[in-house]
Each structure stands twice: as C-alpha cells, then as structure tokens.
C-alpha cells in the first residue's frame, strides 16, 4: 500500500500546481495579446542545455538582439532593403518567392547589385536559396523567437540545418553603434 502524503507535502505540491496554473494562464494572455512574439519561461538560473538558443552564454530573446545588433552586419543600405522586402513578403513557412530581376526593379538598381545584397544575406544565415526563386529567411529573423511560427518553421528546416545556419552577431568591442 502507498504511503500517503503528509500534509506540507499536499500544500506543496497544491502551492507549485497554483503557480504553474496561475503562470501558464497569464503565459496564454500574453501570446493572445502579443501573437507576433514568442515567450519563453526560464525557471532557474542553470546553464541551458546544448540545444538552448543563446548568445554570449545568456538567455535572450534572439529577434530582439538581432534587431539590436543589426547594425554590427554593417549591411549596405540596398542590402538591407533587399532583407526587409524579403522579411515583409515570406509565407508562412518564412520563404520568399520572388526574382531577382523584380527585386531590381522595385529597389531601381541591376540584377547583378540584388544578387550581390543576397549574397551578403546568405553568407550571414539572413537568408539562403532553395531553388529558383524561392529563399528562405532565417526563422530566428523572420519570426519572434519561440512563436509557434518560429517553432513551425525550425522543425520543417530541420534543426541540422538551422545549427549550419545559426546567425552569428559579429561582436567587436572596438566598434561602436553609430
């Protein structure tokens, strides 16, 4: 016959289920509120597993310290254009379809100046070509970390992939935000 529980262990564990309720339901309100962002719970000051997504050895948010550090890529300014039209227009697997030529003409530049800005954006992880016309952003820039989307996208990718394509913020302690 089991042993029953003494009476601190039941306020115990009804105080932890009270918390873990009381957690998960504003959790849920924040997500409703916010659909765009992922939300992610730390209960301890422990290092995180191998697979744990951080930067500098500290939890982060990495859309927010992407954006923060976006600067530090030092991308050209038809570059970046070239990434935020891409980042506007994917599906919701966070691909783009599109050609280069049309990118040429919406931004007034040549074909060979977008294929040079996609270069710079796949020799950073922002984005790379799957086949003809179609690229896929880079989910931790595409989507708020640990949003379903985010999560979608990285499990259709494969997490193999995503560790080849991780982007790595270039930290220069001698540069300095302008």
């Known amino acids: 016959m089991a042993k029953k529980p ?12 009270g918390l873990a309720d009381l957690i998960g339901s504003g959790l849920e309100q924040l997500r409703a509120q916010n659909p765009g962002i992922g939300f992610t719970l730390i209960a301890d000051a422990a290092k995180p597993n191998k697979s744990a997504n951080t930067h500098g050895g500290s939890w982060v948010a990495t859309d927010r310290e992407l954006l923060a550090n976006i600067w ?3 991308f050209t300014p038809r570059e ?10 994917i599906n919701e697997d966070g691909q783009w379809h599109g050609k280069q030529s049309e990118l040429a003409n919406r931004l007034g530049c040549s074909q060979g100046s977008v294929s040079k800005a996609i270069s710079k954006l796949e020799s950073t ?28 996208s990285i499990q259709r990718i494969g997490q193999a992939v995503m560790d080849m394509k991780r982007i790595k913020i270039p930290y220069d302690s001698t540069r300095k935000a302008a």
């Open 6 to 17: 003494s009476g601190r262990a039941r306020a115990d564990e009804a105080l932890a289920q």
């Open 72 to 74: 530090r890529f030092e």
């Open 80 to 89: 970046r254009a070239v990434l935020d039209i891409m980042t506007a227009e």
């Open 125 to 152: 992880n922002f984005a790379w070509k799957l086949i003809r016309c179609l690229y896929q952003v880079n989910p931790d820039w595409a989507f708020g970390w640990g949003s379903e989307a985010h999560i979608r």
